[in-house]
């Protein structure tokens, strides 16, 4: 894309580019200007600084210089015959050759004071303002005595004539006029006042300009001069050099601290930005710097700061109006183009737009046709000859009343369009769906002046309209109403039993023993029998009458606008259900074979909208499962007693998938014993201990959770605890030979990994599989008997014991039972209840246990609570027993205190019976 291009594109983008661009050089070309000035600014004042420095020091230098000269001359004066006398006799007075040099100097050169000292640092003489010697004092005597030297003191604070005074002491010593041993000490005292009048002083005019003298002191800088802006400080103002490492830095820590000297911007003592210069005063341990505020040095710089600015804002001002002014300008010629560009395209879109797959047609406002497009031909059948010139109500397929065109064309002159379904004819005369789209065109001043129509054959859509509208109210299978257009049916039914006051019936039929069918045979036969009792149904009500499938084996009947009392109402629809049953007790002929099969139904009837349509659903499947309670192939009306049943039922399912998670179950253990009264194991029993209800029926629970599944997570559980018990006995000597009992729904065993779920359980616990055993009842072995064979087969080669549960009430066939790898039959406590005094029973028990000797299987009897019962099975050959003679189902404690009996007697059984 070239440049020109770019810029009649986007002229934004480039008004905006460009005028950034210009801020960004104006702003920087600014900033660097000022960042010049205050460069110069800053190195003009450093020059000064340095300069005053100088000058500073050189002062102090010459000054120090001076006061020692003082001194020397003095003890030149002193170093007499008198004088060594005098300092050798302390009694005497002092001699006027002396004395009077030393006044005569403190008055010349204004000291504070002068003393004499002895060689011993005493003070023999002491004239001025300042006249104490302290201990500090009186050893830098004694050092200038010993090393023969003149001394000069730091400034110090403790003079004891003066202790809030600083002061500065010059030791020099005394020689002997014939020898040059030391006879003693003169000390003159500086009280300072031109030293700091000489610091005060600035060469220059300056509102912040300062002179700084420090000395070091330990880790400190101490300030030995008062400050400009500051009272008070000579020797008592102090800066450590620890500071916070983000600290600024400050011109007197730099210089003592690091040894730093030379310019420097930094902060000063009252942590304002100062710039100042560092210099090391000769002659002294002293340190001085001389410094100004940056604000004062930089005064000029801001002023022209602003004044930059200013005129950089203007020039960006100006840029801006400029490249507004030009970027409107683009605006507009672009706005125009692309104006231009989209009525050539508008063009261009209508002449495409003309020849669309929907045909349009083009008429004047009397209406006769003007033009037709290739699509208007191609459906209608007609050329653009045979229609242009007529009127386009000549395409017309059916008559519509005249006040459905009055209101077409109302919305039109009203609206300026319409759309609508319309029937159209073809050509040759076939009428077809056609959507229409009338609009009214007009010229600029607002007057009529064209119609266009134009419209498309709708019937594949309306086809398909018609397939989603059976799809979503039809079953699929039988064509019969589903759910949803059953429930809503159902509602128009109560609004108009409402208002004529007559009873309509519900009928929940569900298909006895069709799973049977369905699965042995497959579920294309399944799907042909449901389809004929659709139509048996439909055969048996009336043609008003609704017949729905809710889905697998379930339809609903519902009748409506039932005459009579309530009592006609339960005969006439007692009456349809009788007739029901007959027509679906006749057999089924399906590829040739004969089935059969029944039905149960519940029924419900209302007479207004008291119920809503679900509840009447509910009620009618109650009374279902009541029918089939009753037998099946029966009709129950509805009984408001099983609603409590029911809900009851839904509460204990619900409660049911919280108990495993809330560790609401329990395992308790009765106790097996032999022919010895020897306890040899147990049957796990699982009980639930419900937080609120206390301890629920497995009766009230098992069949819930068999019916939902969670019989599967809980024989699961029963299987893990079990055997986490047997490793804990297996460590134990007393128990590590028991045998635990588990029983095993025919969900559980039906499970494609049932073998190796125990196999892992097994392994996992590291326990002998000898140790446990698996109770299964009849109806597990009555589907699919290779499966289960080869899955009992795994099992008892893993180690496995196999026990056949409650034999002898269900299918127990010889033919299925020898093929069952068993090791244990039980005999079903309804056999033992009656065996002293039922024959049959007896006889029954009998035939069993020799069955199971015949089949070389081991024999437990359960539910033995009498003496009578356990005398007649040892008598017959029965050696293991289960019951509450020995001990009810009892928790884990229980049952291990009950293993501290070796045997059982006969006193042992009656007095654990309860």
């Given at each position: 894309?070239?440049?020109?291009?770019?810029?009649?594109?986007?002229?934004?983008?480039?008004?905006?580019?460009?005028?950034?661009?210009?801020?960004?050089?104006?702003?920087?070309?600014?900033?660097?200007?000022?960042?010049?000035?205050?460069?110069?600014?800053?190195?003009?004042?450093?020059?000064?600084?340095?300069?005053?420095?100088?000058?500073?020091?050189?002062?102090?230098?010459?000054?120090?210089?001076?006061?020692?000269?003082?001194?020397?001359?003095?003890?030149?004066?002193?170093?007499?015959?008198?004088?060594?006398?005098?300092?050798?006799?302390?009694?005497?007075?002092?001699?006027?050759?002396?004395?009077?040099?030393?006044?005569?100097?403190?008055?010349?050169?204004?000291?504070?004071?002068?003393?004499?000292?002895?060689?011993?640092?005493?003070?023999?003489?002491?004239?001025?303002?300042?006249?104490?010697?302290?201990?500090?004092?009186?050893?830098?005597?004694?050092?200038?005595?010993?090393?023969?030297?003149?001394?000069?003191?730091?400034?110090?604070?403790?003079?004891?004539?003066?202790?809030?005074?600083?002061?500065?002491?010059?030791?020099?010593?005394?020689?002997?006029?014939?020898?040059?041993?030391?006879?003693?000490?003169?000390?003159?005292?500086?009280?300072?006042?031109?030293?700091?009048?000489?610091?005060?002083?600035?060469?220059?005019?300056?509102?912040?300009?300062?002179?700084?003298?420090?000395?070091?002191?330990?880790?400190?800088?101490?300030?030995?001069?008062?400050?400009?802006?500051?009272?008070?400080?000579?020797?008592?103002?102090?800066?450590?050099?620890?500071?916070?490492?983000?600290?600024?830095?400050?011109?007197?820590?730099?210089?003592?601290?690091?040894?730093?000297?030379?310019?420097?911007?930094?902060?000063?003592?009252?942590?304002?930005?100062?710039?100042?210069?560092?210099?090391?005063?000769?002659?002294?341990?002293?340190?001085?710097?001389?410094?100004?505020?940056?604000?004062?040095?930089?005064?000029?710089?801001?002023?022209?700061?602003?004044?930059?600015?200013?005129?950089?804002?203007?020039?960006?001002?100006?840029?801006?109006?400029?490249?507004?002014?030009?970027?409107?300008?683009?605006?507009?010629?672009?706005?125009?183009?692309?104006?231009?560009?989209?009525?050539?395209?508008?063009?261009?879109?209508?002449?495409?737009?003309?020849?669309?797959?929907?045909?349009?047609?083009?008429?004047?406002?009397?209406?006769?046709?003007?033009?037709?497009?290739?699509?208007?031909?191609?459906?209608?059948?007609?050329?653009?000859?045979?229609?242009?010139?007529?009127?386009?109500?000549?395409?017309?397929?059916?008559?519509?009343?005249?006040?459905?065109?009055?209101?077409?064309?109302?919305?039109?002159?009203?609206?300026?369009?319409?759309?609508?379904?319309?029937?159209?004819?073809?050509?040759?005369?076939?009428?077809?769906?056609?959507?229409?789209?009338?609009?009214?065109?007009?010229?600029?001043?607002?007057?009529?002046?064209?119609?266009?129509?134009?419209?498309?054959?709708?019937?594949?859509?309306?086809?398909?309209?018609?397939?989603?509208?059976?799809?979503?109210?039809?079953?699929?299978?039988?064509?019969?109403?589903?759910?949803?257009?059953?429930?809503?049916?159902?509602?128009?039914?109560?609004?108009?039993?409402?208002?004529?006051?007559?009873?309509?019936?519900?009928?929940?039929?569900?298909?006895?023993?069709?799973?049977?069918?369905?699965?042995?045979?497959?579920?294309?036969?399944?799907?042909?029998?449901?389809?004929?009792?659709?139509?048996?149904?439909?055969?048996?009500?009336?043609?008003?009458?609704?017949?729905?499938?809710?889905?697998?084996?379930?339809?609903?009947?519902?009748?409506?606008?039932?005459?009579?009392?309530?009592?006609?109402?339960?005969?006439?629809?007692?009456?349809?259900?009788?007739?029901?049953?007959?027509?679906?007790?006749?057999?089924?002929?399906?590829?040739?074979?004969?089935?059969?099969?029944?039905?149960?139904?519940?029924?419900?009837?209302?007479?207004?909208?008291?119920?809503?349509?679900?509840?009447?659903?509910?009620?009618?499947?109650?009374?279902?499962?009541?029918?089939?309670?009753?037998?099946?192939?029966?009709?129950?009306?509805?009984?408001?007693?099983?609603?409590?049943?029911?809900?009851?039922?839904?509460?204990?399912?619900?409660?049911?998938?919280?108990?495993?998670?809330?560790?609401?179950?329990?395992?308790?253990?009765?106790?097996?014993?032999?022919?010895?009264?020897?306890?040899?194991?147990?049957?796990?029993?699982?009980?639930?201990?419900?937080?609120?209800?206390?301890?629920?029926?497995?009766?009230?629970?098992?069949?819930?959770?068999?019916?939902?599944?969670?019989?599967?997570?809980?024989?699961?559980?029963?299987?893990?605890?079990?055997?986490?018990?047997?490793?804990?006995?297996?460590?134990?000597?007393?128990?590590?030979?028991?045998?635990?009992?588990?029983?095993?729904?025919?969900?559980?065993?039906?499970?494609?990994?049932?073998?190796?779920?125990?196999?892992?359980?097994?392994?996992?616990?590291?326990?002998?599989?000898?140790?446990?055993?698996?109770?299964?009842?009849?109806?597990?072995?009555?589907?699919?008997?290779?499966?289960?064979?080869?899955?009992?087969?795994?099992?008892?080669?893993?180690?496995?014991?196999?026990?056949?549960?409650?034999?002898?009430?269900?299918?127990?066939?010889?033919?299925?039972?020898?093929?069952?790898?068993?090791?244990?039959?039980?005999?079903?406590?309804?056999?033992?209840?009656?065996?002293?005094?039922?024959?049959?029973?007896?006889?029954?028990?009998?035939?069993?246990?020799?069955?199971?000797?015949?089949?070389?299987?081991?024999?437990?009897?359960?539910?033995?609570?009498?003496?009578?019962?356990?005398a007649f099975l040892k008598l017959h050959g029965c050696k293991a027993y289960q019951g509450y003679l020995f001990s009810k189902p009892v928790p884990i404690k229980e049952f291990e205190a009950l293993l501290g009996k070796s045997c059982w007697s006969k006193s042992d059984f009656?007095?654990?019976?309860?």
């Amino acid at each position: 894309m070239n440049i020109n291009n770019m810029v009649n594109r986007h002229p934004t983008l480039v008004a905006v580019t460009l005028f950034l661009n210009f801020v960004i050089l104006i702003s920087a070309a600014s900033y660097a200007l000022i960042d010049n000035f205050k460069h110069i600014e800053k190195t003009r004042a450093f020059e000064n600084l340095h300069g005053i420095g100088k000058l500073k020091a050189g002062q102090i230098q010459k000054y120090l210089q001076e006061r020692k000269g003082d001194a020397i001359v003095g003890s030149k004066f002193l170093g007499n015959l008198p004088t060594q006398h005098w300092l050798n006799n302390p009694a005497d007075e002092i001699p006027p050759v002396a004395r009077q040099p030393l006044e005569a100097a403190i008055k010349a050169y204004q000291y504070g004071g002068a003393l004499l000292l002895d060689d011993k640092a005493n003070i023999r003489f002491a004239s001025g303002q300042y006249t104490g010697l302290s201990k500090t004092a009186k050893s830098l005597a004694l050092r200038a005595i010993n090393e023969n030297s003149l001394h000069v003191s730091p400034i110090y604070f403790g003079d004891p004539s003066a202790p809030d005074k600083p002061l500065l002491d010059i030791f020099v010593p005394l020689l002997k006029p014939d020898t040059p041993a030391v006879m003693g000490v003169l000390v003159l005292r500086d009280d300072l006042r031109f030293l700091y009048a000489l610091l005060q002083t600035w060469p220059v005019e300056s509102v912040s300009g300062e002179t700084l003298l420090v000395t070091r002191d330990g880790d400190d800088v101490l300030f030995l001069n008062e400050l400009r802006f500051k009272k008070d400080t000579a020797l008592k103002l102090r800066l450590p050099f620890r500071r916070s490492a983000d600290a600024l830095p400050i011109p007197t820590i730099e210089m003592l601290k690091h040894g730093y000297y030379g310019p420097i911007e930094a902060v000063d003592y009252r942590e304002k930005p100062t710039l100042g210069f560092n210099i090391a005063v000769p002659d002294s341990p002293w340190g001085m710097t001389v410094k100004m505020d940056k604000d004062e040095v930089l005064e000029h710089v801001y002023r022209l700061q602003v004044i930059v600015w200013i005129v950089a804002a203007l020039f960006i001002l100006g840029a801006g109006i400029i490249l507004w002014t030009w970027w409107n300008k683009q605006r507009i010629e672009y706005l125009a183009k692309a104006e231009l560009d989209k009525a050539a395209a508008d063009l261009r879109i209508s002449a495409i737009a003309f020849e669309t797959h929907e045909a349009i047609i083009i008429t004047d406002c009397h209406p006769k046709i003007l033009r037709v497009n290739k699509a208007f031909c191609d459906i209608t059948g007609y050329t653009a000859e045979e229609v242009i010139g007529r009127n386009p109500n000549m395409l017309r397929g059916d008559k519509r009343p005249k006040a459905f065109y009055d209101e077409m064309w109302a919305a039109i002159f009203r609206d300026g369009t319409w759309s609508g379904e319309m029937a159209d004819k073809r050509k040759s005369g076939e009428v077809f769906p056609a959507w229409l789209t009338i609009t009214a065109v007009t010229s600029t001043e607002g007057v009529l002046t064209h119609y266009v129509g134009s419209f498309f054959d709708i019937t594949e859509r309306k086809k398909s309209d018609d397939e989603i509208h059976r799809l979503a109210f039809y079953d699929s299978l039988t064509d019969l109403p589903n759910r949803r257009l059953l429930i809503d049916r159902l509602q128009h039914a109560l609004t108009t039993s409402e208002r004529s006051g007559r009873h309509g019936a519900i009928m929940f039929i569900d298909l006895d023993n069709f799973k049977v069918i369905n699965d042995t045979k497959g579920h294309d036969c399944g799907d042909v029998l449901l389809v004929e009792v659709a139509r048996r149904l439909q055969s048996c009500v009336r043609e008003g009458d609704t017949v729905a499938r809710l889905g697998g084996d379930e339809f609903v009947v519902m009748l409506e606008d039932i005459k009579g009392d309530m009592e006609q109402a339960v005969t006439l629809t007692d009456e349809v259900g009788e007739k029901i049953l007959a027509s679906l007790n006749q057999s089924y002929v399906i590829d040739g074979n004969e089935y059969h099969s029944t039905a149960s139904i519940g029924v419900n009837l209302f007479i207004n909208r008291e119920i809503s349509a679900d509840t009447l659903l509910k009620y009618a499947d109650i009374a279902m499962y009541q029918a089939k309670g009753a037998g099946r192939n029966t009709l129950r009306f509805f009984d408001p007693k099983m609603q409590s049943v029911l809900e009851a039922r839904i509460a204990i399912e619900s409660d049911l998938h919280r108990a495993l998670a809330e560790l609401q179950f329990r395992l308790y253990y009765q106790a097996q014993v032999d022919d010895t009264g020897c306890i040899t194991g147990a049957e796990a029993l699982v009980r639930w201990i419900h937080p609120q209800r206390g301890m629920i029926s497995p009766a009230q629970f098992i069949p819930i959770a068999e019916e939902s599944q969670l019989i599967l997570d809980i024989g699961l559980w029963v299987l893990e605890t079990a055997c986490r018990q047997l490793a804990l006995w297996s460590n134990d000597e007393q128990k590590c030979g028991l045998v635990l009992a588990v029983n095993v729904s025919a969900q559980q065993f039906k499970l494609k990994d049932f073998v190796g779920r125990i196999t892992s359980i097994i392994n996992e616990h590291g326990i002998d599989p000898a140790h446990l055993k698996l109770e299964l009842t009849e109806s597990v072995v009555l589907d699919d008997m290779a499966d289960i064979v080869a899955k009992m087969h795994a099992l008892k080669t893993l180690g496995v014991g196999l026990s056949l549960d409650d034999f002898g009430t269900g299918y127990s066939s010889l033919s299925y039972l020898k093929q069952l790898p068993l090791n244990q039959l039980k005999i079903d406590r309804s056999f033992v209840n009656d065996i002293a005094t039922d024959p049959s029973d007896a006889i029954m028990v009998q035939t069993i246990i020799d069955m199971a000797h015949n089949f070389r299987f081991n024999v437990i009897a359960e539910g033995v609570e009498t003496e009578a019962q356990l005398a007649f099975l040892k008598l017959h050959g029965c050696k293991a027993y289960q019951g509450y003679l020995f001990s009810k189902p009892v928790p884990i404690k229980e049952f291990e205190a009950l293993l501290g009996k070796s045997c059982w007697s006969k006193s042992d059984f009656i007095g654990d019976r309860l």
